[in-house]
């Protein structure tokens, strides 16, 4: 069994920065670990992943080259450091793990936290 605990949301200006951290209590070694987050009556959607080893990780289209993910398996620890935040980025955020493979598709992941919320605006 793994709980997730995700942290570093807040209200930000446009163009700002923030870094989400997800802690894990139980092992997450062998699994990807994904960022997903969901706006008022959108979808939850896929933003970022990252492989059990840290070697592939995959952006959303939105995000790239704005946004890094990271994970230190020694401290069971993901990080999302986002840059140059737009208002579209506002959403509840999301980590989750549970599958061997990554993939922005919600129903793999066996294990999600709380999210946190963050909010772009001036």
């Known amino acids: 069994q793994v709980q997730l605990v995700e942290s570093g949301g807040g209200l930000v200006q446009p163009g700002g920065s923030l870094r989400l951290s997800c802690a894990a209590s139980?092992?997450?070694?062998?699994?990807?670990i994904c960022w997903f987050r969901q706006a008022p009556g959108k979808e939850r959607e896929g933003v970022s992943c990252?492989?059990?080893?840290?070697?592939?990780?995959r952006y959303a289209d939105s995000v790239q080259g704005r946004f890094t993910i990271s994970r230190d398996n020694a401290k069971n620890v993901a990080t999302l450091k986002m840059n140059s935040l737009k208002p579209e980025d506002t959403a509840v955020y999301f980590c989750a793990t549970g599958s061997q493979f990554i993939s922005f598709r919600p129903g793999g992941y066996r294990y999600w936290g709380q999210g946190t919320q963050v909010t772009v605006s001036s």
């Open positions: 139980g092992s997450t070694l062998d699994y990807a």
């Open positions: 990252i492989s059990s080893n840290g070697e592939r990780t």
